[in-house]
């Protein structure tokens, strides 16, 4: 694994990233396209205002990242976990649908867009989840255990086996 700590990760086309570790890095108000990340996990990053334009991220994990305003316009999700994180004002809707995989634990998830997107088993663990959307969502077995909810919108969603163990305010 390559080991990365607090710099700024500058724009470069085509990028590619296999099996490494950021740590407190930080992209901010800049416009960045065709990075492909593998096997990668993110640690106390700032990606806050980010334009993560046609990104990949395939098997990576966020931890402890502010992801306040990001744009993921065709970026690649799949297989990504956000973990402690704080995710505001995220259109998910423009991401690449193809093999669109993601999962949340411990979370703050505000004024997110879920819309129209398909997420079987998606799993969203004792997440705070506010004013954000599911309207024609797919969602059959997500787990949201141990969530808590606040002016979201479930319109004819699928939640046929989802789990809302000890979640409140749904």
């Known amino acids: 694994f390559y080991y990365y700590t607090n710099l700024e990760l500058y724009a470069e086309s085509n990028l590619e990233k296999y099996k490494e570790i950021f740590d407190n890095v930080s992209i901010n108000d800049n416009e ?11 640690k106390n990053c700032d990606l806050s205002k980010a334009a993560l334009n046609s990104y990949q991220f395939e098997d990576c994990t966020f931890k402890n990242c502010n992801l306040s305003l990001t744009v993921f ?5 799949q297989d990504v976990l956000f973990e ?16 669109f995989s993601i999962n949340f634990n411990e ?3 505000k004024n997110c867009n879920f819309s129209d997107l398909k997420m079987k088993k998606a799993s969203f663990k004792k997440c705070s989840i506010i004013e954000s959307d599911f309207v024609n969502t797919d969602l059959p077995e ?4 141990e969530s808590t909810f606040k002016d979201t ?5 699928n939640l046929q086996k989802a789990n809302f ?3 409140v305010g749904y």
């Open 32 to 42: 960045f396209e065709g990075t492909e990340f593998s096997l990668c996990e993110f």
């Open 142 to 145: 997500a787990d949201f255990s």
């Open 73 to 77: 316009a065709n970026t690649k999700l």
């Open 107 to 109: 979370c703050i998830i």
């Open 84 to 99: 402690n994180c704080k995710l505001l004002g995220i259109n998910f809707t423009k991401c690449d649908k193809f093999a």
């Open 153 to 157: 919108v479930f319109g004819n969603t």
């Open 165 to 167: 163990y000890d979640a």
